[in-house]
């Protein structure tokens, strides 16, 4: 999951009230972001398609 919150104190907030009473979640483990140096998340699948393509 990528979250984007105001501060820590919110984010305590969420984990405590929003995902900690959901069944089935047995631990969270969380990590921060100190500078974003590439904010995406699509996968260049076609270049691989294509030079995969190529090779054959």
């Given amino acids: 999951m990528k979250l984007v ?3 820590i104190d ?4 969420f ?4 995902l ?5 979640i047995k631990s969270l ?3 921060f ?9 699509d996968l ?3 270049d691989v398609l294509v030079r995969s ?3 054959i």
């Fill in 5 to 7: 919150i105001r501060d």
């Fill in 10 to 13: 919110h984010f305590q907030s």
């Fill in 15 to 18: 984990l405590a009230e929003t």
């Fill in 20 to 24: 900690g009473p959901v069944l089935g």
């Fill in 29 to 31: 483990r969380s990590s």
């Fill in 33 to 41: 972001v100190l500078r974003t140096v590439v904010d995406r998340t």
């Fill in 44 to 46: 260049p699948l076609i």
């Fill in 53 to 55: 393509a190529s090779d």
